[in-house]
């Protein structure tokens, strides 16, 4: 374990929902080094966190200085920006002795609608966000393979997260909560990807990881399941968006990577985690 303690670790993205939520799950165990975008004051006065904004800067100047062993990679934003900065750090990755963790979506599979997805299935996507998580996950691809982890992730759920804060202002607000009948999905959230990941960097695992729920769950129950789990079923109200007639699937299940037990998850208990 004390081997474990001598990495440096570097999330780009950490001033976003999962970016921070990574930090605060990692800080405590290793040293861990942070960027973010937009100012926020009690950032600015902590040295383990660089002020970044990819689409003008250049990430070697932060990576010269933090020198790290794991970069973490939580960006948000304009997608060909973010397309360099990963052609950036396959370059460093190449050269150095660092693991990169990419943080990529169940999108890279929304063109295939008849069946959840696996680990070593062939990536395909209909949609611009798709697309352009595959462009990242394939040029990691060729980079040598213990140096990198691909995590998909389904949907991601959290107390403090945009969708549960965007359910709660739209009840607040008397605006519908729209949901996807049809759709089929498993899901997340914040504190077991979290911990999820630190398993991951502790354990040096690498390769492809599906980090969902190993059940599946229609979008619109497991929406008015939240809703009831905070108790305001009565002032919520509901628009249907049917984008097929048929149910289509959207779900990154685990199969050929999978972690221990107490790393897995399933719908109901994340259901747990959510408290008003």
């Known amino acids: 374990m004390k081997e474990a303690n001598k990495h440096k670790i570097l999330i780009l993205g950490g001033s976003g929902f999962l970016g921070a939520a990574i930090y605060k799950e990692l800080c405590s165990y290793f040293r861990t080094f942070a ?3 937009t100012s926020k004051t009690h950032l600015e006065k902590n040295h383990h966190f660089f002020q970044y904004n990819f689409e003008e800067d250049d990430i070697y100047e932060i990576l010269e200085i933090v020198k790290p062993t794991v970069i973490i990679s939580a960006l948000r934003g304009d997608f060909s920006k973010q397309v360099l900065v990963h052609q950036h750090l396959a370059e460093y990755v190449l050269s150095n002795k660092v693991r990169l963790l990419f943080l990529s979506s169940a999108n890279v599979f929304d063109a295939y609608s008849k069946y ?3 680990e070593q299935d062939k ?3 209909n949609s611009i966000y798709g697309h ?10 060729r980079l040598p393979k213990k140096q990198i982890a691909i995590l ?3 949907m991601v759920f959290g107390n403090q997260s945009p969708r549960i804060n965007e359910i709660l202002q739209n009840i607040k607000d008397k605006e519908p909560i729209e949901i ?12 077991k990807l979290t911990q999820q990941i630190h398993y991951i960097i502790n354990r040096n695992k690498y390769g492809v990881f599906h980090l969902g729920s190993t059940d599946l769950v229609h979008h619109d129950e497991f929406i008015k399941e939240i ?3 905070f108790e ?4 919520a109200s509901y628009k249907r968006v049917y984008t097929t007639n048929n149910d289509r699937y959207l779900a990154v299940l685990p199969k050929f990577n999978k972690l221990p037990k107490h790393l897995q998850c399933l719908s109901q208990d994340l259901l747990k985690e959510l408290n008003p």
């Open 152 to 154: 998909r992730l389904p």
């Open 132 to 141: 352009f998580k595959i462009k990242i996950e394939n040029m990691l691809l």
């Open 35 to 37: 960027t973010y975008n």
């Open 232 to 235: 305001l079923q009565q002032n």
């Open 123 to 125: 990536t395909l996507s």
């Open 180 to 191: 996807f009948p049809n759709l089929i999905m498993n899901v997340t959230t914040d504190s």
């Open 116 to 118: 959840p997805s696996y």
């Open 227 to 229: 809703v009831a789990s």
